[in-house]
């Protein structure tokens, strides 16, 4: 027990000495030592890792290019039927104005012949 | 210094009991002290080429005791060990934390209620045995912020071991 007293710095002193450390302490240290100084398996390419983490490694970046291919393929494909569209759309509307430019043009036709007065008055199809 | 395993064994044998002494007296338990301890002297293993002197060793054990068993205590604190919130509250241990110690005296248990910084200092004084003027050296510290954490540390251990004397003459 501490003795209050007026040398209570010696008091802490003696009981705050060092203590010996757990038994096999030394022992212990030495294997830890021994464990570190053991070579490291190095992998085939010999960069200091192993080669499971190469192959994780090449899976991702394999994985990450597949991936970017893929989104590639699926844009141009979107792009594809864009372009298909577009050009239906342009295939009707052209199919549709021959159609109205043929059906003004036989109509401008009889109606010259009528004024010309050659042959049977074909009647014109706008007249009542 | 020589780095043949037989050197460095003796090194740790030399060394082990302070090196374990600062772990335990910082760290307050028994097994992370050990960890602590060990963790140091494999850091000495890597080290030992760049040390001229076993004066050198010694310094170089103790500052590095210090620190690592003050960030030991922090990692601790942060993953929520009561124990380890106990001894920086600045309070008196509680009896279960006291039951947790059951190794260490009475003044190593109050010691563990000082803040990590200042316990390290006053092991660096009371256990080994350093002037001041050494401690502010190792540890980096500005010398009035030893001397300061000395005298109060001196002066709360002296208060609580006062008021635990009384509490034991009164039964």
């Known amino acids: 027990m501490v003795e209050m007293k007026d040398d209570f710095e010696p008091e802490l002193r003696e009981q705050l000495r060092a203590r010996e450390a757990p038994a096999g302490f030394a022992?212990?240290?030495?294997?830890?030592?021994?464990?570190r100084q053991q070579p490291q398996h190095r992998g085939w390419l010999g960069f200091g890792m192993p080669v499971w983490q190469w192959a994780v490694a090449t899976l991702l970046v394999a994985a990450?290019?597949?991936?970017?291919?893929?989104?590639?393929?699926?844009?141009?494909?979107?792009?594809?039927?864009?372009?298909?569209?577009?050009?239906?759309?342009?295939?009707?509307?052209?199919?549709?104005?021959r159609e109205v430019q043929q059906k003004v043009g036989a109509s401008d036709a009889v109606h010259e012949m009528n004024q010309k007065g050659a042959g049977a008055v074909i009647p014109e199809k706008d007249e009542p | 210094m020589d780095h043949s395993q037989k050197t460095f064994r003796d090194l740790v044998e030399r060394h082990q009991g302070r090196v374990f002494s600062i772990a335990l007296r910082i760290v307050g338990e028994s097994g992370a002290a050990e960890e602590v301890a060990q963790d140091v002297f494999l850091e000495l293993y890597r080290a030992l080429p760049g040390l001229e002197s076993e004066e050198h060793v010694t310094a170089w054990l103790r500052r590095v005791a210090c620190h690592r068993a003050t960030d030991a205590l922090r990692r601790r604190a942060v993953r929520g060990y009561a124990a380890a919130e106990e001894y920086q509250d600045g309070m008196e241990l509680r009896p279960a934390v006291r039951d947790f110690l059951p190794l260490m005296n009475r003044l190593e248990q109050l010691l563990l209620t000082l803040p990590p910084a200042q316990r390290a200092v006053m092991v660096l004084r009371y256990?080994?045995?350093?002037?001041?003027e050494d401690i502010a050296t190792e540890m980096k510290m500005p010398l009035a912020?030893?001397?300061?954490?000395?005298?109060?540390?001196?002066?709360?251990?002296?208060?609580?071991?006062?008021?635990?004397?009384?509490?034991y003459s009164r039964g």
């Not at chain 1, 970017?68 to 494909?77: I, K, S, V, W, Y």
């Not at chain 2, 256990?127 to 001041?132: S, V």
């Open chain 1, 27 to 35: 022992d212990r240290v030495m294997a830890r030592v021994a464990k």
């Open chain 1, 64 to 97: 990450m290019v597949a991936g970017g291919l893929e989104r590639e393929r699926e844009q141009r494909e979107q792009g594809e039927r864009a372009r298909e569209q577009v050009l239906l759309a342009l295939h009707i509307t052209g199919s549709t104005l």
């Open chain 2, 127 to 132: 256990q080994e045995d350093l002037e001041p």
């Open chain 2, 145 to 167: 912020t030893v001397r300061s954490y000395l005298q109060r540390g001196v002066k709360m251990l002296r208060a609580k071991a006062q008021r635990t004397l009384k509490e």
